[in-house]
């Protein structure tokens, strides 16, 4: 049974006019929710942030929180689901914040038909409002994950640059199409800013090479060809060697070395230097 905004506004009245004991009480079951995870001065901030929200758009005659006079509230759900997203919480923590506000109010509505009719329609307000909080926290994990997710990718495909004119990509764990597409990015790009002529592409961390690692190495190295840069690939272990025997892989005409080390050491043969052994 929802609210009619008479009802919304004498809601609104009510929350005004205990807002102290309210506050505190919603206070005290969050923390008592959270375990202690929070300070009880930054919850009870919170809380009484809330309350004014709720009694805002109850005031102007919300009877839904997707209500033009909920704009504000909905701000703060908002608002309160990033923070919660951000620090830790779980989606269901951060809405029982919210439905802990109709004990709250429980404690202070007083008695009779019409206050228990009252408190169900106002529950069902603050149900929507808790959902609300719960699908925008959704959204937003599912954002920062995203972000994490994407830099962690680029953590994991530097382009370093080793000498002059060589720039090398260290390759560690297994080369998907998405990093695949990452490395060949970055390599390019990095190409590009050093005008570098040769890259070494080292897979001595990568664990095994199958046909798709292959194909996502050969369609890099064909790219940066055509940048006009030369590709190696080193780090080919025994193991690897004979896995790549065993499927049939052709490298054409790509050089290919046993270390990261020996692959440096070609390309300076290669452009008219000399490497020095220890």
């Known amino acids: 049974m929802p609210l009619s905004p008479d009802e919304a506004r004498r809601f609104a009245d009510l929350l005004e006019s205990h807002a102290e004991p309210l506050t505190a009480r919603w206070t005290e079951l969050v923390v008592a929710s959270?375990?202690?995870?929070?300070?009880?001065?930054?919850?009870?901030?919170?809380?009484?942030?809330l309350r004014r929200g709720f009694q805002?758009?109850?005031?102007?005659?919300?009877?839904?929180?997707?209500?033009?006079?909920?704009?504000?509230?909905?701000?703060?759900?908002?608002?309160?689901?990033?923070?919660?997203?951000?620090?830790?919480?779980?989606?269901?923590?951060?809405?029982?914040?919210?439905?802990?506000?109709?004990?709250?109010?429980?404690?202070?509505?007083?008695?009779?038909?019409?206050?228990?009719?009252?408190?169900?329609?106002?529950?069902?307000?603050?149900?929507?409002?808790?959902?609300?909080?719960?699908d925008s926290y959704v959204r937003i994990r599912e954002s920062l994950i995203a972000d994490q997710a994407e830099q962690l990718l680029e953590l994991s495909t530097p382009v370093v640059k080793l000498w002059e004119g060589v720039v090398a990509v260290p390759l560690v764990g297994t080369l998907d199409s998405a990093r695949a597409q990452v490395v060949m990015?970055?390599?390019?790009?990095?190409?590009?800013?050093?005008?570098?002529?040769?890259?070494?592409?080292?897979?001595?961390?990568?664990?095994?090479v199958d046909t798709q690692v292959a194909q996502h190495i050969l369609k890099t190295v064909v790219a940066a060809r055509l940048m006009g840069a030369d590709c190696i690939i080193s780090?080919?272990?025994?193991?690897?060697?004979?896995?790549?025997?065993?499927?049939?892989?052709?490298?054409?005409?790509?050089?290919?070395?046993?270390?990261?080390?020996?692959?440096?050491?070609?390309?300076?043969?290669?452009?008219?230097?000399?490497?020095?052994?220890?």
């Open 235 to 278: 780090g080919i272990r025994p193991q690897i060697a004979q896995t790549i025997v065993a499927l049939g892989i052709e490298f054409g005409d790509i050089a290919t070395k046993a270390s990261l080390a020996d692959a440096l050491r070609y390309v300076l043969s290669r452009n008219g230097n000399k490497s020095s052994r220890s």
């Open 56 to 134: 805002s758009a109850l005031s102007a005659g919300a009877i839904e929180v997707t209500d033009g006079a909920a704009d504000e509230l909905r701000a703060q759900l908002s608002e309160l689901s990033s923070n919660r997203a951000r620090q830790g919480f779980t989606a269901t923590e951060t809405a029982i914040s919210i439905y802990a506000l109709k004990e709250a109010v429980l404690d202070v509505i007083g008695d009779g038909d019409d206050a228990l009719r009252l408190y169900v329609a106002f529950s069902a307000f603050v149900d929507r409002a808790a959902l609300f909080t719960f």
């Open 34 to 49: 959270l375990r202690g995870r929070l300070s009880g001065a930054e919850l009870h901030r919170q809380t009484t942030d």
């Open 185 to 208: 990015e970055r390599l390019l790009q990095t190409l590009v800013d050093t005008s570098s002529p040769y890259a070494i592409i080292d897979i001595t961390g990568v664990p095994a």
